[in-house]
């Protein structure tokens, strides 16, 4: 029996090689793994001494062969195959072991150069995998060091069954493709600009980053993946380092993302924010001149929501605001990095998940998916930043400075609650918030009831044009002075009409902020 075995991953290769040579298997290997189980004492042929020739530029051709290729391709059941293989005394191969140069590492490298990168595309490493795969019958292919053992036990009780071997071939296209795939990504460029080409093919690759114990509900199953991106480093969860609570669950996960990328959206607004989720919907998004206070103006909003929720803090969690939060239920945690002191008042919830983001920093500009049944619907991320000066005045009366800013805070809320979105703002941090709703009067009034007496004299931003003028109607007579939303309705004119009215300020953006 011969294995062919060429990694660069090394883990675990010593011992299973070892179990190898002693069921008395015939160990091929090349370059430095053939070094590596040289020096530990292994018996090894080099694939030069299997092809009669030897490997050239630089090691990048050296299994490509007919030595090679024809005794992993061989049908064993073909009379045909196995005379050409002696015809041209070629040992048929049982086993290839390989997985492949670390491109998305080292693109995750902002200095590595094209040249570099294109050093650290494998081809001959794929073209094994491949080929040991596609004949998987008769060849085993192993590319995870965690299947070494298992595969060395079925072969000491006698060998690997035909279910197991098309498992293994399953995992090694996968391998091959999702390192496909972030070449194609690299190459391609993922900068999402809105005017960017969608490509003929697309595809998508990852690699498990955690089992969850369920997913929404109890009854399905879920896991996480880390998605290779080339030239980033992990960014947001899958970056963060848990320093406390439970195992994060399938919900906390979406919460968290939700709550982080909400938070992230106010870096630069000269103050920390925090936002509260609750599923999947911002309850709470406030500034503050220090993290307490932006999480308490941001509970204030709707404290029943935020029962059981999820706090993100774009500045570090300080003692004060751990205090603040510990005394509440709360799932998830997100912070840039928690004190010694905000982690000690955290210690007495032991249950809450504490998530250190590492520095935050606005979402890159990348391709966002969603499953349809099917299939997929790619986009651009809804990043743009809308400047208030190209937004129009459409009332009678122009917003005040103070009410300007809190239009501003509200139409950058508004995108990050789910349409129909209407979102409530006095002093920088919202006080109602109605979203989800199939009807913006809807909307509008959950988001009334949220703030109830404190809607008089906030601002009111809305993800869409209004359809009709019974929501301004209504958040005027409440007592909303200012109004901003897309406009473009063919009713804008009684939207306009009803904001005069009521001597309410109205502005208009041009776009709109669905979020589905």
């Known amino acids: 029996m011969r294995a062919i075995l060429s990694v660069w991953d090394k883990t675990g290769l010593v011992p299973f090689a070892r179990g190898l040579a002693d069921l008395g298997w015939e160990l091929v290997s090349t370059g430095n793994t053939e070094r590596t189980l040289a020096e530990a004492g292994i018996p090894v042929t080099g694939i030069a001494a299997v092809t009669g020739f030897p490997e050239i530029l630089g090691g990048r051709v050296k299994t490509l062969h007919p030595a090679v290729h024809g005794g992993i391709l061989a049908r064993r059941d073909n009379a045909g195959d196995m005379t050409t293989l002696a015809t041209h005394d070629i040992t048929a191969v049982d086993m290839v072991v390989s997985n492949l140069y670390p491109f998305a590492a080292t693109v995750a490298d902002p200095s590595i150069t094209v040249a570099e990168a294109l050093e650290n595309i494998d081809i001959g490493g794929p073209t094994l995998v491949r080929a040991a795969a596609k004949n998987f019958p008769a060849v085993l292919v192993l590319t995870e060091a965690g299947d070494y053992d298992h595969v060395l036990s079925l072969l000491r009780a006698g060998g690997v069954p035909l279910v197991e071997r098309r498992v293994l071939a399953a995992k090694a296209f996968a391998h091959v493709a999702a390192y496909d795939t972030t070449i194609a990504a690299y190459l391609r460029g993922t900068d999402g600009a809105p005017d960017a080409s969608f490509p003929a093919e697309y595809g998508i690759a990852g690699t498990l980053h955690q089992p969850m114990r369920y997913g929404e509900n109890p009854h399905q199953a879920a896991a996480l993946y880390r998605a290779y991106e080339p030239g980033r480093p992990a960014r947001g969860l899958l970056g963060a380092t848990q320093l406390a609570g439970k195992e994060l669950s399938y919900n906390n996960i979406l919460d968290a993302d939700a709550a982080w990328t909400a938070a992230c959206d106010f870096l630069g607004w000269e103050r920390p924010a925090c936002v509260i989720v609750k599923h999947n919907i911002p309850c709470g998004i406030a500034l503050g001149d220090d993290p307490e206070i932006a999480f308490r103006r941001a509970y204030a909003s709707d404290p029943l929501s935020a029962f059981g929720g999820v706090i993100a803090?774009?500045?570090?969690?300080?003692?004060?605001?751990?205090?603040?939060?510990?005394?509440?239920?709360?799932?998830?945690?997100?912070?840039?990095?928690?004190?010694?002191?905000?982690?000690?008042?955290?210690?007495?919830?032991?249950?809450?998940?504490?998530?250190?983001?590492?520095?935050?920093?606005?979402?890159?500009?990348?391709?966002?998916?969603?499953?349809?049944?099917?299939?997929?619907?790619?986009?651009?991320?809804?990043?743009?930043?809308?400047?208030?000066?190209?937004?129009?005045?459409?009332?009678?009366?122009?917003?005040?400075?103070?009410?300007?800013?809190?239009?501003?805070?509200?139409?950058?809320?508004?995108?990050?609650?789910?349409?129909?979105?209407?979102?409530?703002?006095?002093?920088?941090?919202?006080?109602?918030?109605?979203?989800?709703?199939?009807?913006?009067?809807?909307?509008?009034?959950?988001?009334?009831?949220?703030?109830?007496?404190?809607?008089?004299?906030?601002?009111?931003?809305?993800?869409?044009?209004?359809?009709?003028?019974?929501?301004?109607?209504?958040?005027?007579?409440?007592?909303?002075?200012?109004?901003?939303?897309?406009?473009?309705?063919?009713?804008?004119?009684?939207?306009?009409?009803?904001?005069?009215?009521?001597?309410?300020?109205?502005?208009?953006?041009?776009?709109?902020?669905?979020?589905?």
Do not use: Y
């Open 313 to 516: 803090l774009t500045t570090p969690a300080t003692a004060a605001v751990a205090e603040a939060i510990a005394e509440l239920f709360v799932e998830v945690v997100l912070a840039p990095s928690f004190d010694d002191e905000a982690r000690a008042a955290f210690a007495r919830r032991k249950n809450v998940r504490l998530l250190a983001m590492g520095a935050p920093s606005a979402t890159p500009d990348a391709w966002e998916v969603r499953s349809v049944q099917g299939g997929f619907l790619l986009q651009s991320q809804d990043r743009v930043i809308d400047d208030l000066r190209t937004w129009q005045v459409v009332s009678r009366r122009p917003p005040t400075d103070e009410e300007a800013r809190d239009l501003r805070f509200a139409w950058r809320a508004a995108r990050h609650v789910k349409s129909n979105s209407i979102v409530l703002v006095k002093d920088g941090a919202t006080v109602g918030i109605g979203g989800g709703q199939p009807s913006r009067i809807d909307a509008a009034k959950i988001a009334i009831a949220k703030a109830s007496d404190r809607t008089r004299g906030s601002v009111m931003a809305s993800d869409a044009f209004f359809p009709f003028a019974d929501t301004v109607e209504v958040c005027v007579a409440m007592g909303v002075t200012a109004i901003v939303h897309p406009g473009g309705s063919i009713r804008d004119a009684e939207s306009i009409t009803a904001a005069d009215a009521g001597n309410a300020a109205m502005m208009t953006t041009g776009r709109r902020h669905f979020r589905h």
